[in-house]
């Protein structure tokens, strides 16, 4: 089963890592989330994910000196057709601190990915990260168990 049919139906989360694998076009993972891509750039689904990962995702680029990747990522992350970045405002501070105050070890970044794929009413979180936790509602997706 392919990684969209595993994932049904709605609005899915995506964490940071999926964005480099796509832009980069990371031979490992492209062509499993292609597809989820071209969907939410048809309009069939909405990823949905933390304003974190635009810092994230333009360290590298910034780090290098390559701007028009940084253009790519910011371009994709604020203008991508069904891609909704969730910015960061106090009800997303407030609702990551909680989750961290509960899952001791749980990291900030992954905290607001996690708080983001609920207030966006996501049903799942793709992530390569193993340290995520599973929550009531949310179904944590590896990655790496659909390549």
């Known amino acids: 089963?392919?990684?969209?049919?595993?994932?049904?139906?709605?609005?899915?989360?995506v964490d940071t890592a999926?964005?480099?694998?796509?832009?980069?076009?990371?031979?490992?993972f492209l062509q499993t989330i292609r597809p989820l891509f071209m969907q939410a750039d048809r309009g069939d689904?909405?990823?949905?994910?933390?304003a974190v990962t635009l810092l994230e995702v333009l360290v590298s680029p910034y780090r290098a000196g390559n701007l028009a990747?940084?253009?790519?990522?910011?371009?994709?992350?604020?203008?991508?057709?069904g891609i909704r970045l969730v910015e960061l405002d106090r009800a997303q501070l407030r609702t990551a601190a909680q989750l961290r105050a509960l899952h001791t070890g749980l990291r900030t970044p992954d905290a607001l990915q996690l708080g983001a794929a609920l207030?966006?009413?996501?049903s799942a979180l793709i992530t390569n990260d193993r340290r995520i936790p599973?929550?009531?509602g949310l179904r944590i997706i590896q990655l790496?168990?659909?390549t």
Do not use: K, N, W
Not at 1 to 13: K, Q
Not at 45 to 50: F, G, W
């Open 119 to 122: 207030t966006g009413g996501c």
């Open 134 to 136: 599973e929550l009531p």
């Open 18 to 28: 999926l964005f480099i694998y796509f832009i980069e076009e990371d031979p490992r």
């Open 69 to 81: 990747l940084a253009e790519r990522y910011e371009a994709l992350l604020t203008r991508g057709r």
């Open 1 to 13: 089963m392919g990684l969209t049919d595993a994932l049904g139906a709605g609005s899915v989360a």
């Open 144 to 146: 790496s168990e659909h």
């Open 45 to 50: 689904r909405q990823i949905v994910t933390s």
